[in-house]
C-alpha cells in the first residue's frame, strides 16, 4: 500500500529579521499517512504539532524538507514547493482541514456552512442539505440551530460546525487539529465513532488530539515530536 502523504525532513522556522532572530517551529519530521489510517501526533506544547498541518495544508510555507502528496491518479506533489493554483486545487477536492477555530460568513445558516463544500464541489443544494443535516443530528447539535448563524454559538457548539463541515466532503487526506476541543463525552464519543467509520471509506488522516485515550482509541501510527533547537542553536547552525 502507498502512502497518501510522506513528510521527509520538515522543518518550520520563524525570521523576526528586525531582531535578527530565528524562531524554531518544528524541526525535522518524517512521518508517513496511509489510506484507512489515522497517523497522530503527539508530543509537548512547542513540539510544532500544528505548524506540521499548516505546512502540509500550506498555511505555512516550509523553511525546508519534502511533503510528498500522491493523488488519486497517483501523481506526486510536493506541497513544500507547489504553486499556488496546485494548493488551491488540493484543497478543494482532496486535503481537509478541521482547525480548533470556525471561521465562516458571519450571516449564514450552521446548515449551509456545513453543506458548503459539498456545493463546491457540484451537488445540488437539497442533497447537500440533506446530508448536512443528518450530520449536525448525528453530532448532538439542536435543529433550532441549525438556521442560526454559528457566530452566536458557544465553543462547543461552534466545534462541532466545524468538525461537521470538515468531514462531509470526505476529502482523501483530512488533517484534524484537537477535533475535540470544547466538547462534551456524549459527543466525543459520537466523534470517534465518526472517524472510524471515515478511517473504513479509506480516508488518510494526520490529527493532533489533546488527551492521550483518544490517540490510543484511533491513532494506527504514532508519531512523537521534539520541541525544536531554541532559537540560538538554530542561529548558530545556519552561520555555519
Not at 497517523?39 to 505546512?55: D, E, R
Not at 448525528?138 to 468538525?163: C, D
Request: hydrophobic content about 45%; overall charge negative.
Amino acid at each position: 500500500m502507498q502512502a497518501v502523504l510522506k513528510i521527509e525532513a520538515l522543518s518550520k522556522h520563524f525570521q523576526l529579521h528586525e531582531q535578527g532572530k530565528l524562531i524554531p517551529s518544528c524541526a525535522n519530521v518524517d512521518l508517513e499517512v496511509y489510506p484507512g489510517e489515522l497517523t497522530a501526533l503527539i508530543g509537548p506544547t512547542g513540539a510544532g504539532k500544528s505548524s506540521v498541518l499548516k505546512c502540509v495544508y500550506r498555511t505555512y510555507i516550509p523553511s525546508s524538507g519534502r511533503i510528498l502528496y500522491r493523488d488519486g491518479d497517483g501523481r506526486l506533489s510536493d506541497l513544500a514547493q507547489a504553486s499556488e493554483y496546485r494548493m488551491l486545487e488540493l484543497r478543494q477536492d482532496d486535503i481537509g482541514f478541521v482547525t480548533q477555530f470556525l471561521h465562516c460568513l458571519p450571516r449564514k445558516a450552521a446548515l449551509d456552512v456545513v453543506a458548503e463544500p459539498l456545493l463546491a464541489r457540484g451537488e445540488s443544494l437539497e442533497a447537500a442539505r440533506r446530508m448536512a443535516a443528518e450530520l449536525l443530528a448525528w453530532l448532538n447539535v439542536p435543529e433550532r440551530l441549525w438556521g442560526v448563524p454559528p457566530a452566536t454559538f458557544s465553543g462547543g457548539e461552534k466545534q462541532r460546525i466545524n468538525l461537521a463541515r470538515g468531514l462531509i466532503a470526505r476529502p482523501r487526506l483530512l488533517l484534524l487539529d484537537e477535533p475535540t476541543a470544547s466538547l462534551d463525552p456524549a459527543t466525543t464519543d459520537r466523534v470517534v465513532e465518526l472517524i472510524g467509520r471515515i478511517k473504513g471509506e479509506g480516508i488518510a488522516m494526520l490529527a493532533i488530539f489533546h488527551h492521550p485515550e483518544l490517540v490510543h482509541r484511533l491513532a494506527d501510527r504514532v508519531v512523537e515530536l521534539t520541541p525544536p533547537l531554541v532559537a540560538a542553536e538554530l542561529l548558530e547552525i545556519c552561520a555555519s
